[in-house]
């Protein structure tokens, strides 16, 4: 059973940093790429940031400005996402996700994690 669990998120005041992190268990972790996704009150979910199987390779979404980046720790079956100078506009439930393909789409996306909530106040 695949299972990936996000933990982390919590309640900051904007300009402040968060570390997002996300344990898979139940698949060859390095088999596949994994990305982030959030998903805001009222609003679709949206891609953030993704990384390839070695972690050799990343993407992000423009709207970050470079203020995320994604890693990941194969030897841990874990993926990170490191946030800073976070903006009340950030705020939104995060989701890790895995894929067998490099996409930014959610329906590319196989297993997903519960969500992390990040708050970020003003």
């Known amino acids: 059973q695949v299972q990936l669990v996000e933990s982390g998120g919590g309640l900051v005041q904007a300009g402040g940093s968060l570390r997002l992190s996300c344990l898979a268990s139940?698949?060859?972790?390095?088999?596949?790429?994994m990305g982030w996704f959030r998903q805001a009150p009222g609003k679709e979910r949206e891609f953030v940031a993704r990384i390839t199987w070695s972690g050799g390779r990343t993407y992000y979404a423009d709207s970050l400005e470079g203020r995320f980046t994604i890693s990941r720790d194969n030897a841990k079956n874990t993926v990170y996402l490191q946030m800073y100078s976070l903006r009340p506009e950030d705020t939104a439930v995060y989701y890790c996700?895995?894929?067998?393909?490099?996409?930014?789409?959610?329906?590319?996306?196989?297993?997903w994690g519960q969500g992390t909530q990040v708050t970020v106040s003003s």
């Open positions: 996700a895995s894929t067998s393909v490099l996409s930014t789409s959610t329906r590319a996306y196989d297993y």
């Open positions: 139940g698949l060859t972790f390095n088999g596949y790429a």
